[in-house]
């Protein structure tokens, strides 16, 4: 199947910025979102992005204006999905929501477009049977932030077909990403399991009072070699983020050890979410 159309339903942080990288790569793109504010804060960080990259000589001027030209930021999902070989779920890590949405999609979408979904953690056989079509439907998660990050991790559940895998594969290489395929399904997939393990025992030392955010992310950075510590990367990608998905991994095992970590909790009571809103472990309005 060549994939020409893409739709990307959330036009948050992630949702833009895949929809932009689409654009780039010639792709004709629709983005959509319940919220009018926020496609519009998506439609105006597009065009401050491409003048940017323009400014920079990253991409010639001609480039910046077929990008736009290619990239439409619409209010109603029935407009954004209608022709889409390939739409790209972003939105909140929250099983049921993601369901409601598939099987909406399902309806709405020509009987051969590709439903992928971004989520960090859920696997798309959690989803697929809310669909008439699962093996066209399937995990395909770029990482923060999409504009920059060459890695997606496309995920092959038992219910997807080689098909649908070699045209979601091929979708990420035209992107310019650097796609690596799980043949099986597993709770957060292949980094973020790697990243989980270094972020909880980071939070662990936190909740005990070992030491500071400061300190274990300096700690991490000069004795690891990662470009940044667990906490930067936490108010990069976002603490509502990590809070949903610690609690919907403790609603499917019961298991109390999964639940978020105190600190996590706190945070996300608060409503300091990390740079998104301007405080997190970090104060960013300084």
């Not at 889409?84 to 909406?104: N, S």
């Not at 080689?162 to 992107?175: G, I, L, S, W």
């Not at 706190?266 to 990390?274: A, N, S």
Request: proline residues 4%.
């Amino acid at each position: 199947m060549d994939i020409t159309t893409i739709a990307v339903v959330g036009a948050g942080n992630m949702g833009h910025q895949i929809a932009i990288c689409a654009a780039l790569a010639g792709f004709r793109v629709t983005c959509t979102d319940t919220s009018a504010a926020m496609l519009d804060k998506a439609s105006a960080f597009a065009d401050t992005y491409l003048a940017e990259r323009v400014r920079k000589e990253k991409l010639t001027q001609q480039a910046a204006d077929q990008t736009l030209a290619s990239l439409a930021f619409v209010p109603t999902i029935e407009t954004a999905v209608a022709d889409a070989d390939l739409v790209i779920e972003a939105i909140i890590e929250k099983l049921d929501i993601k369901r409601t949405l598939f099987a909406q999609l399902d309806k709405l979408c020509p009987a051969h477009t590709i439903l992928a979904t971004n989520s960090s953690y859920i696997v798309s056989s959690n989803i697929a049977d809310a669909t008439a079509r699962p093996d066209k439907v399937c995990n395909m998660h770029f990482f923060n932030p999409a504009l920059v990050m060459k890695l997606v991790e496309v995920v092959k559940g038992p219910h997807v077909s080689d098909e649908t895998v070699d045209a979601v594969m091929n979708a990420a290489r035209k992107m310019g990403k650097t796609p690596v395929l799980l043949h099986k399904e597993i709770y957060g997939f292949l980094v973020n399991r790697l990243l989980q393990a270094t972020r909880q025992e980071a939070l662990k030392l936190l909740d005990m009072g070992v030491a500071s955010p400061e300190a274990i992310d300096t700690a991490v950075m000069n004795g690891l070699g990662y470009p940044m510590g667990p906490f930067q990367l936490l108010d990069l990608t976002g603490i509502d983020l990590a809070y949903h998905v610690g609690m919907e991994k403790y609603r499917e095992t019961g298991d109390p050890a999964d639940r978020p970590s105190p600190t996590v909790v706190e945070k996300f009571i608060k409503g300091e979410w990390g740079k998104k809103v301007g405080k997190g472990f970090y104060d960013y309005e300084q």
